[in-house]
């Protein structure tokens, strides 16, 4: 495998069920707008030039862009970073749905799925195929040792599930990491109302940067406050502030917040 496909991220599928079940998940139609992130080769932009209304496809290789848009004239094959495309320019169609899918490139899969959360207000639902620890992390309930901050702010927009399990062997050449499909249903509102998001994303951020850490603790090293006011916010919040942050809920961390603001 060459350098320039290493840093790329290029492991083609070379398993039309998987691509098939992957596109399955959000089912585009007629009525569909899809972008697609990284086609490749275009494992899953055969399945959804044939299903969906409209495909945008952002590959960042000008050698494959090429090729693609000779594949299929339909699509609308763009030479872009998909870290830094302008997803909130997407409008959906009339009656219809904006929908991503891909399956990324894991050196920058959260990098990637960090922009698309950014961008939530035109997406409805999303399909990526991610490293699969990476897609865990993503959809960890509380209280394990995968439960942080990535599950949390994404948690926060999305309804995420992990829909399936890929073995090395579906790609060519296969990764040296096990994947995994990552299902987000972005939701209608913040799944709790947050009077500053980005104070609640620096406190989830600070609650996990040393984990074993009480949560008074980590809140007071991570945002420079006295543990004394730490441990008075997660009173005043019904929480135990001895317990550790990969305990807390969404709603708890929104409670928290709403007496650290
Ligand atoms: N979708 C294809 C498939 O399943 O066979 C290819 C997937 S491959 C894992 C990732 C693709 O993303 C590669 O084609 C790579 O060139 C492209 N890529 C890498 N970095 C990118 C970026 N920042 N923006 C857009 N595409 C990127």
Redesign the pocket.
């Known amino acids: 495998m060459s350098g320039k496909r290493r840093a ?6 070379r398993d039309t069920g998987v691509a098939r079940a992957i596109v399955d998940l959000v089912a585009p139609t007629t009525s569909d707008l899809v972008v697609e ?5 275009g ?2 932009t055969a399945e959804l030039a044939r299903r969906a209304g409209r495909v945008i496809a ?4 000008r050698a ?1 862009v090429a090729g693609l848009a000779l594949r299929f004239p339909g699509v609308e094959v763009l030479e ?4 830094a495309w302008d997803y909130r320019a997407l409008a959906a169609p009339a009656g219809g749905r904006v929908l991503v899918v ?4 894991y050196s ?1 899969g959260k990098p ?1 799925l960090a922009a698309l959360i950014r961008a939530r207000t035109a997406i409805h639902e999303m399909a990526l195929m991610l490293q699969r620890e990476v897609a865990e992390r993503v959809a960890a309930p509380p209280g394990g040792k995968t439960y942080g901050s990535l599950s949390i702010l994404t948690q926060l927009y999305c309804d995420a599930r992990v829909a399936s399990r890929v073995p090395p062997g579906a790609f060519r050449p296969p990764p040296q990491v096990e994947s995994a499909v990552l299902h987000l249903r972005v939701l209608a509102a913040p799944r709790v109302p947050l009077v500053d998001e980005r104070r609640f994303h620096s406190i989830v951020r600070a609650a996990f940067g040393q984990r074993r850490k009480t949560l008074a603790n980590a809140l007071a090293a991570g945002l420079g406050i006295p543990p004394r006011s730490a441990r008075e916010a997660a009173d005043a919040a019904g929480i135990d502030a001895g317990r550790r942050a990969e305990t807390l809920t969404i709603p708890e961390f929104a409670a928290l917040a709403a007496r650290l603001s």
Do not use: K, Y
């Open positions: 790329l991220g290029q492991h083609f599928l992130i990284g086609p490749g080769e494992a899953l952002l590959e960042v290789d494959l872009a970073d998909a870290r891909g399956n990324l490139p920058v990637i």
